[in-house]
């Protein structure tokens, strides 16, 4: 079949980001996300608010003298420090109470927040710019933008959240379920969980997503992949959630393509036709082992108009803020490898938001990205510290500053 592609317009390159969304309140941005026609949408975490608000601890509230970590740091390079040195910490405002979500309160918030009808339809896509036929009888491909992203604590379930909650890989699965709701899949109708998996006899999951899960090394698989299709069964951020590791990942978008440089085969341009699929970008290291192919690490996209998305979870394997009112300590709190042990030579700290196994894919994964510019999203605040409380009242990644 004879086709020609005729671009009617040009238009922006876009990428949108956000966060802090409640079902329960107005969302009158949707619709006017949709007319700038971003190539995706990233979740920088609380797309809903799964946990309840309980009131406020005024017990909490006051003044209370805190571990500087400057001092032992000082004291370590020859500075005379004055290890008498006060330190204060206002614990103000109070911090508020909230009761953790079930996996069942989890889902029925995100299912509250797709019957949003402006989300519905921005998810769901629009005509693209692109005609696919000659002339008269040409046919608008649809587009979709690529809806991805990581969680905070209030999606996560858990308030100040982190890796002690009881229902973390359930929330993981719930979290890209709704990523990738409304997504047509002929294998993703029912969530295989690991237990489904492990166990023995019939369940809901059926054999074919099974053998997926189960065989996640297989090139036949992989091979199967359509090129240009979102298939949640086999994304690599879907199967790290299945095994309990959080929600992160990257995503690679190249603006220097034709949106018909890949023709749909599924009546879809994804991104705009500017998403370059994980096995093409071959940035996710867990992709690249899949394919047992480590030494082939040409990427085939533009190094000068190619963007990388990387979202990390700071809450699925975030060790707790300290009780009391105590910093993380001096600068050297960190869990060193041994030369002895299966670890990386990469040192983690002590006190933590990644947890080893994803610094080590976030190590690898920057390496690997040919990128002209990396963007990378978390749920937390980056930059020094702004605000006088301890971790317990108002979070940032300053908290922990060896991981910062």
């Not at 030369?339 to 690898?364: K, T, V």
Request: charged residues 25%; glycine residues 8%; proline residues 6%.
């Amino acid at each position: 079949t004879k086709c020609s592609v005729e671009i009617m317009e040009t238009t922006p390159y876009r990428i949108a980001i956000g966060s802090c969304s409640h079902p329960s309140l107005p969302q009158p941005l949707w619709k006017l996300i949709r007319s700038r026609k971003p190539a995706a949408f990233v979740w920088g975490g609380d797309a809903i608010y799964a946990d309840r608000y309980n009131g406020l601890n005024w017990t909490a509230v006051g003044l209370h003298r805190v571990h500087d970590d400057t001092t032992a740091s000082n004291k370590k390079k020859g500075d005379n420090a004055n290890k008498n040195e006060a330190s204060w910490r206002l614990t103000f405002p109070p911090p508020s109470v909230h009761l953790e979500a079930t996996p069942e309160i989890i889902r029925g918030w995100y299912e509250k927040q797709w019957q949003i009808e402006a989300y519905r339809d921005f998810v769901e896509g629009w005509p693209s710019d692109v005609i696919v036929g000659d002339g008269e009888n040409g046919t608008i491909v649809n587009t979709r933008p690529i809806i991805y992203g990581t969680v905070d604590d209030h999606d996560y379930g858990q308030n100040n959240g982190d890796f002690t909650y009881q229902y973390r890989k359930e929330s993981n699965l719930a979290f890209v379920d709704f990523l990738f709701a409304g997504v047509e899949d002929g294998n993703d109708e029912k969530t295989c969980t690991q237990d489904q998996v492990d166990g023995s006899g019939d369940n809901e999951c059926n054999s074919e997503q099974k053998e997926e899960i189960e065989g996640g090394n297989s090139n036949d698989q992989l091979d199967s992949i359509q090129p240009n299709k979102k298939r949640k069964s086999l994304d690599p951020t879907y199967r790290r959630a299945l095994n309990g590791q959080g929600v992160y990942g990257v995503q690679l978008f190249d603006f220097s393509r034709s949106p018909m440089q890949t023709p749909p085969n599924d009546g879809i341009l994804w991104g705009g036709g500017y998403w370059v699929p994980d096995e093409e970008a071959r940035i996710d290291p867990d992709v690249i082992q899949s394919t047992d192919d480590t030494t082939n690490n040409d990427a085939s996209y533009s190094r000068t108009h190619s963007v990388a998305i990387f979202v990390l979870d700071v809450r699925s394997n975030k060790n707790p803020w300290p009780k009391g009112k105590q910093k993380s300590g001096d600068t050297d709190n960190f869990n060193h490898c041994s030369e002895s042990s299966n670890c990386s030579s990469i040192n983690i700290p002590a006190l933590d938001f990644l947890g080893r196994q994803q610094w080590e894919w976030f190590r690898s994964a920057l390496a690997n990205s040919k990128a002209a510019v990396n963007i990378i999203v978390s749920g937390l605040q980056v930059h020094p510290e702004r605000f006088p409380n301890d971790g317990n009242i108002i979070e940032e990644w300053s908290k922990f500053p060896e991981a910062r």
